[in-house]
């Protein structure tokens, strides 16, 4: 008598144990799928527009720009983003906090991930007596920006908007600042966090 009650016992609390873990599933519902992260090329166009809108619209950026650039930090006339974006303006905000006012910082944040190396290029065309920026006037509004691609031709930007496209050998006669990745730097990713990020040059 005694062995059946125990027999009883047990088949019901493993008949209790199989519905208390039933209950314990959660019920499967429709997948949620993370955003797709934009690729490096499509954030290369993102911010080829904003910087377009910032710079027809900010002298203190056009000075900025052409200050830095002339340090020629690398032997040539770039501007390394992630070595300035939170250096000030004369204005007093940051050069970051001057795109901002053409973006979010979701968009923005998205292009600092995509592109580490993101770098703003003013181009010398002295040698043709064209621009450059020893003789770019910054006080001009009219300063166009196109990206560095393996296109046919280049799309040129002013304020936000498809102003012209020029051909890879072409030289256009108006100013134009260049958004690419710095081909002298590398990003040296090894354990440490974006506020610690070291960018080696290639030697």
């Known amino acids: 008598m005694l062995k059946t009650i125990i027999q009883t016992t047990t088949i019901a ?4 144990s199989t519905i208390s873990c039933e ?8 997948s949620i799928s993370e955003p797709t ?14 910087l377009s809108k910032a ?3 900010d002298k203190d950026l056009r000075d900025f720009i052409k200050v830095e650039s002339l340090k020629q930090f690398d032997k040539d006339y770039d501007v390394f983003y992630p070595f300035v974006k939170n250096e000030r303006l004369s204005s007093g905000i940051s050069f970051r906090e001057a795109l901002l006012k053409y973006t979010t910082e979701d968009k923005l944040e998205q292009i600092e991930s ?10 010398d065309w002295s040698w043709i007596n064209g621009y450059s920026a020893d003789s770019w006037d910054t006080n001009d509004d009219f300063v166009t920006v196109s990206r560095k691609d393996d296109g046919d031709k280049h799309v040129i930007y002013y304020n936000g908007s498809v102003y012209d496209t020029v051909e890879t050998d072409g030289f256009p006669s108006y100013p134009v600042l260049i958004v690419k990745n710095n081909g002298r730097l ?6 440490v966090s974006k506020y610690d990020q070291v960018y080696p040059f290639l030697l």
């Open 13 to 16: 609390l493993i008949c209790l």
């Open 23 to 30: 209950k314990e599933v959660p019920i499967k519902g429709d």
């Open 37 to 50: 992260a934009e690729t490096e090329s499509s954030s290369l166009d993102d911010f080829t527009v904003i």
């Open 55 to 57: 710079v027809a619209n």
């Open 114 to 123: 995509n592109c580490p190396l993101l770098n703003i290029f003013v181009p």
């Open 186 to 191: 590398f990003s040296a990713e090894n354990n």
